[in-house]
């Protein structure tokens, strides 16, 4: 069984600091990551994806992969409070491994406090 | 572009009563699935399909049966709905762009209450 772990939190981070979220994941040939974005009552929203060792950088948004440590995590610079919302780490079927979808972590609840 | 359309946005059911969930998607995309989401348990797949009269079960299939007969419209149905199946509903499709390594685009979601 696939599985994907975060710290369901909350994580507190002052304005303008870096938040820093982490996820592990159980499936060690996954090839695919991505991390979305939920407000309360609202749909995700993908903000990352990343499938390749190292980080990927969009905007204020860092994606880091480390496939060797099965973890992924994203970071926030100059975190706002607009960025209050729980992410949701999610993992891709490994190759071969089908089309169902991809395996979600229960997601880390984030609080940026002005 | 629309993108994924899910209907109606709030439901209230007796128990045993039966409702169909639709889903529809404007992006051509193949593959469409159905997740459910409680309360500090993460999004569990329900049903998935890969294309028009393919589909497969999730995780949690129980209670649900699915049809694709169009490759926009997936539909979810409940036929004995049970309080256990009070839950936000979200459909979400991709496409094979990536093959198994595209990202998922949701719909809005139907927020469901058994009672």
């Known amino acids: 069984q696939k599985e994907v772990e975060q710290n369901s939190g909350p994580l507190s981070v002052p304005e303008g600091a870096i938040a820093s979220l982490n996820c592990t994941y159980s499936d060690r040939v996954s090839q695919s990551f991505f991390w979305y974005r939920q407000y309360s009552g609202k749909s995700p929203e993908l903000i990352m994806s990343i499938y390749s060792n190292g980080d990927k950088e969009d905007g204020r948004f860092t994606a880091q992969l480390n496939k060797a440590s099965q973890y992924v995590s994203l970071l926030i610079r100059d975190s706002q409070p607009s960025d209050s919302a729980t992410y949701l780490c999610a993992v891709g079927p490994p190759p071969g491994g089908g089309a169902d979808g991809l395996t979600f972590g229960k997601g880390t609840h984030l609080i940026i406090q002005p | 572009n629309a993108g994924v359309t899910q209907t109606p946005k709030f439901r209230i059911l007796k128990i045993g009563q039966s409702m169909t969930l639709q889903c529809t998607q404007d992006m051509n995309h193949n593959y469409m699935y159905w997740y459910r989401q409680d309360p500090g348990m993460g999004l569990k797949l329900i049903y998935y399909s890969v294309g028009a009269g393919i589909t497969d079960k999730g995780e949690v299939p129980n209670g649900y049966n699915v049809s694709r007969s169009t490759t926009e419209d997936f539909p979810l149905r409940l036929e004995l709905a049970a309080p256990s199946q009070t839950s936000v509903y979200f459909c979400?499709?991709?496409?094979?762009?990536?093959?198994?390594?595209?990202?998922?685009?949701f719909g809005n979601g139907t927020r469901l209450t058994v009672t």
């Open positions: 979400a499709s991709r496409s094979m762009a990536r093959g198994h390594n595209s990202p998922l685009h």
